[in-house]
């Protein structure tokens, strides 16, 4: 179940230092089975959606904290999956750049359910329908915070091209 339908943005980001931009999201398709070619073209959707379109061929170490951050988020929606874990995602950022970060998961968050893992409750707080707290491992409080903005169900990329290919 995890490594079908959980995808994870780390707080360190995780990123390949020796890959560029593109690279870094293009093994994501690479892994799910995507072509070269496939993945290329998916990875340049993705890091447009960011705001990454104008950085594909930098290394990876040569992004500020924010784009790297940006660069992580591409690479978990690259992975398709329904749940989105973030770790800290604003941890190594400076206010201005956590809350450009917040915002682009409130897009995410339209059509995937992200579960943001955060110590700074005031930041991450116009963002939220719901506060869970832990510890020592065991939940201490779960409130909701404002009831979720209705969406309309969303098809994953998956089902779509599936559906695309058997109309053919």
Known sequence: YRKEQIAFIFQNYNLIDSYSVLENVMVAYIIDGYSFKEAKVKAKEVLKFVGLQGDVHKKATKLSGGQKQRLAIARALAKDSQIIVADEP??????????????????????????????????IEPFITRKIRLHDGEVVSDEVVKEQEKTVSVESKNEIENKEINNI
């Open 90 to 123: 604003t941890g190594n950022l400076d206010a201005e750049n956590g809350a450009a970060i917040l915002e682009l998961l409130k897009k995410v968050s339209k059509n995937k359910l992200v579960i943001v893992v955060t110590h700074n409750q005031g930041q």
